[in-house]
Structure formats: structure tokens, C-alpha cells
């Protein structure tokens, strides 16, 4: 079975049971998106890669 940590209390979430995923719970959910305001949940990126749009792998610098 897929197992992941919660992003949020780090405990294995069994991710095919679990409607909540990838967080273990409700709770954990509701207190990630607090933490991250009114966006949906997005993986965690090294902020440098968020600005611009259509970011590639070997984007060029203009
Ligand atoms: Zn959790």
C-alpha cells in the first residue's frame, strides 16, 4: 500500500484510503491551508522558481 507522510505532522497517510490526502486528516488540512492563506495547496518549491510563468527547466534569462 502507498504510504506518505502528512505535510503537515509528518504521520504515514495511507494514500488510497484516505480522502483527506496527502494530509492524514481534516485537521491537518485545514491547519496546512491556514498556514498557507486562501491558495489551494501547492508542493512546497524553492520560491526562485515561482516567479514567471511557463517556467521550464532551462529557461532563459532575458
Ligand atoms: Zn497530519
Same mark, same amino acid.
Given at each position: 500500500? &502507498?504510504? !506518505?507522510? /502528512?505535510?503537515? /505532522? @509528518?504521520?504515514?497517510?495511507? $494514500? %488510497?484510503?484516505?480522502?483527506? @490526502?496527502?494530509?492524514?486528516?481534516? *485537521? /491537518? !488540512?485545514? *491547519? +496546512? &491551508? #491556514? =498556514? $498557507? #492563506?486562501? %491558495? =489551494?495547496? !501547492?508542493?512546497?518549491? +524553492?520560491?526562485? &522558481?515561482? +516567479? #514567471?510563468? #511557463? $517556467?521550464?527547466? =532551462?529557461?532563459?534569462?532575458?
Amino acid at each position: 500500500m &502507498l504510504v !506518505r507522510p /502528512c505535510p503537515q /505532522c @509528518r504521520k504515514p497517510v495511507p $494514500w %488510497e484510503t484516505t480522502p483527506t @490526502r496527502p494530509f492524514c486528516s481534516e *485537521r /491537518c !488540512r485545514t *491547519r +496546512d &491551508l #491556514g =498556514a $498557507w #492563506g486562501s %491558495e =489551494a495547496y !501547492r508542493v512546497p518549491v +524553492d520560491p526562485a &522558481l515561482e +516567479d #514567471g510563468e #511557463g $517556467w521550464s527547466e =532551462a529557461a532563459p534569462t532575458s
